[in-house]
């Protein structure tokens, strides 16, 4: 992982903020988008009825597609038939038996919400609130805020892999907001303001089909978008409240474009408090879309509310 | 708790069976209602677009609501501004810096759905499973194939404390079938076949409001459902393919009727293989009906997808 | 727990400190003192070779006796004959089949020792590092030197529960350095420079046997020693390197001396360099050395080496 | 791992037990024969007072030498100076501050010792218990008695390493029956009846001084004792009550004598109830040994009393 010297601080200088739109308080940023009449657009665009859950298996033997550093997960049985068999548990009572278990996991190694807190610079995060906050558990901007409200909307698929005529994007690759726009016009739909966008690159279908070696070796750089003054500029106007990708960031690694690690979590997650949405199996629900051509669908997720948690598990809902 | 000698299995001897209904590899159970129809008859019922999300907070400093005997959950920070601020850790680049955190957790200690083969007896698990694939993990009927199809379909509230004029039922009350349809009646509403129930008594917010001494002291006897053959005839023949409250196990702890302890947990969850969806919050979706009278919804919900768990934690979506 | 306003940086402005003693960068304490010489000391006073290892049990499904706060500990299988028999898993070979397993503890929650790191007041911690360097994970004064260097001495034990003619002391109940003195005295032994003193209150006995309630019921106050500048004077003259009891916190909760909680912890620990050997089972060794008379032995500790620890789980081993 | 067809229950038919040798019941096997002479013995060994301490460091960020498919250990802190700094808490009373911490381990990811039931054949254990009796947790031949004992005699180094003129042994290499007394010989020392050995292999250094790749490349093999007739008679002669080494599971991996894995964990553990303390640190003492010429000392190791462990970290100590 390559980087230069200049600060995201610099880079983003000019780039637009959220912070203030929705008071001095406020902790839920851009999903403040997702009222009431973005949920019945939702609503509207939901056809067949077909589901799709887009969450990633937890704690599988062969291992979890994790960010590089953090735990892989533990799910151990507290009690189960063994247990009764052998005596060392009497069942509850008329003959009725358990089984129970404990997970020990980072909060953000499988799919996931971050909280607008998760990252940030120059010691504040999302809404100018202090960065001090963070320590020992997110006091502002937590995932509670995005958990408690839900995030709820009209989705829609760009799968960027397939208008490129590939299985997945190439390690390092770059999306850019013509990408973005070139593939919802080839997929005949078109990006609405507070649409929840859903952005396949393919590039977690190599953890899991090709293993964790192909996934990680060299140096990790995942493709995905990347910092462009117009590409914030987009999301901003267009009022994104939320995507999801299926990349453990949302972004490139290491922007080809700033030189720097992950300038989005700074321009998008911490200046206009747009959530991300990370890890998501794409696969299943990007075969049925371009079965269908309906690329639009509802969109209800809620992360499990862990208090002061920097993110949070889920597993979205996804209906066509 | 007191139990008599009666089995469970004696007592459901004569009860119905969900067994080889949907195959004899079948995992999912009554979730399988839940088709294309169902979902679209949960989104019809959607009329203003307002969202509840049904999830306890996780691992707050208080403590969360368990199950006796089950653990209370760690969670803890890996790093946070303080680990930038004394120069252990480096920005990612360019000033960039974040928190992230792990949490270690009874899976079912908190809002979850269980697994069809979380409970048994007589060595077998929904649809004849022998309870050995209990060991070491849940080989069958683990979450997984409710986590993957997710639980999406019309959802009903039936607030039975509301409907008894109390502010929640008391340690150990039985709700009857007839209580159920009286609830509906007074609520001007029909349950239909293959209605998600939501059914509030109103005792999580002992926990919450009076503390846990308030909600463990003397014998842990649950308010709620339990087994008669009348109810458990009914949920067979109206194909409830899930139902959840605001208890930790749904069902009266010690059953007034049979004596022993959780019985629908066999009739219900083992032999019909319906989906039990447990802890809930049920306050503010109550509170909200009982404001404007509407008491169906669409309910989403999808628990995470933990590898061969006995259950997964979920935060349910409820849209009116 | 009751404390007024003074600080414990005043009540300490005139006790003596080690800082510097062993240099600048020292880590090591007072254990420094235990040097070749002692452990020949500790050596010489083996008489017939009984053994006495001083740990509690760990996860005990009863619970252990944590300090109000901190995380019961989970044991949990991570496979057993269970696995192996109902096919999940192959033997190693030649059919040799294993047993294993995971814990997930505080590191304080059972017999340990602190880290001299692990308590501090006006921002410095043993020797002056800054407690800057306690931000995630112990940079400084860890319990990794003493973990290294190991604790072995003479240890004596000074039985002041039997002396003062008690099954155990009663709740806050005070040990002075009187009592220290006539308790050796009444066992006829003497209490030399550089011993390691284990001095019994009988308090964790308290838990063992009548349990929980009895143990933390109304506000948590141990017995114990207290800050005097006598007893501080006198740990400092003695060249104490270390002293272990049977109760959490190796002195009294609240002192009964300075309405201050654990001043022990500042005068001792942080200015001295003392080690504290806490939560010891002393009941089996008290009543060997009742019979025999013989209260001095080699006291052979090793904490675990947790890196960056704030302390270690040990199991002591004392030899007669 | 390649293995032949041979059971080890037919390999070891002829191997000596020590089944009953202490009783119907007894969990303790060949520790028993550390008695207070042995303890003694191991007194009079120690010349100089120079104390070593075997552990290896727990939780490093660059990661622990874990058997292959065993988690790496997670530390947390749950409180340092940051959480006071950004008012989080408040000091404990009179401003003094602390910090704490957690940690979740495989029980023996580190210098452990096993439990006589951690590893068996034919569905029996140490003793002749039924290998049930491990599920969900050691009911028999746990790690307690052994932590209860402690393991205290006189130890001896034997230097294969070193005598075989090399930095470490290679991968797979073996060490025979001959070559213990060939290096005791050259060592000028005797090998004694009940003598606890710790063998040196160098192998454990290739994973502190070379990484993680060198030590896991390829197929896991550790240098080490192996499966002979003549070694286990040896062992069973000498009444050797422990040994521990600087491997991972102190015999080679894959026996080339046997063809199958780990045959001395059921020749030695299983039948004969002897100690295998595992993970140890050895560098240092052996540098020692090699200069002084002197190779025994007093051993005195008590891993943590985990209940029903199946083995439990320990931090041994050697007093030369």
């Known amino acids: 992982m390559s980087a230069n010297n200049i600060s995201i601080s610099q880079i983003l200088k000019e780039a637009p903020k959220n ?19 973005q949920v019945l657009r939702g609503i509207a665009s939901v056809q067949s009825g077909r589901v799709f859950t887009l969450g990633c298996p937890i704690a599988r033997k062969e291992g979890d597609p994790v960010w590089p550093g953090r735990s892989q997960p533990g799910h151990h049985m507290t009690q189960d038939h063994g247990t009764y ?22 909060v953000q190694g499988s799919t996931q919400f971050d909280a607008l807190g998760h990252v940030w610079y120059d010691d504040q995060v999302y809404n100018g609130f202090d960065a001090n906050t963070t320590i020992d558990g997110m ?24 208008f490129k005529g590939k299985k997945n994007l190439d390690k390092g690759e770059e999306i850019t ?6 593939t919802a016009k080839a ?28 996934f990680y070796e060299g140096d990790f750089n995942e493709p995905g978008l990347t ?3 117009e590409l914030v500029q987009w999301f901003y106007d267009m009022e994104i409240p939320a995507f999801g990708t299926d990349t453990i960031a949302n972004e490139q690694t290491v922007s080809c474009r700033t030189g720097t690690a992950l300038p989005l979590h700074g321009a998008l997650l911490r200046n206009l408090g747009v959530s991300f949405n990370e890890i998501n199996w794409l696969e299943d629900l990007a075969e049925d879309c371009a079965n ?29």
């Open 19 to 37: 912070w203030g739109r929705w008071g001095a308080e406020d902790e839920l940023g851009a999903v403040n988008y997702l009222d009431q009449i």
């Open 187 to 214: 997929q005949g739909v078109t990006i609405e303001k507070r649409d929840i966008l859903l952005i396949r690159t393919g590039w977690l279908s190599v953890f899991y089909n090709q293993g964790s070696s192909a």
């Open 292 to 320: 269908d051509n309906q690329y639009t669908f509802l969109y209800a997720a809620a992360p499990l509310k862990i208090v002061q948690g920097t993110g949070a598990p889920v597993n979205p809902v996804v209906i066509k």
């Open 227 to 229: 910092y462009t003054p």
């Open 85 to 106: 068999c052998c005596g060392k548990l009497q069942p509850l009572g008329a003959g009725l038996e358990y089984a129970d278990d404990v997970i020990y996991m980072a």
């Open 177 to 182: 907001l013509e990408d973005l726009l070139a």
């Open 139 to 162: 006091e502002k901007c937590s995932i509670m805020p995005i958990a408690e409200h839900g995030v709820v909307g009209r989705g829609i698929l760009l799968d960027v892999a397939r």
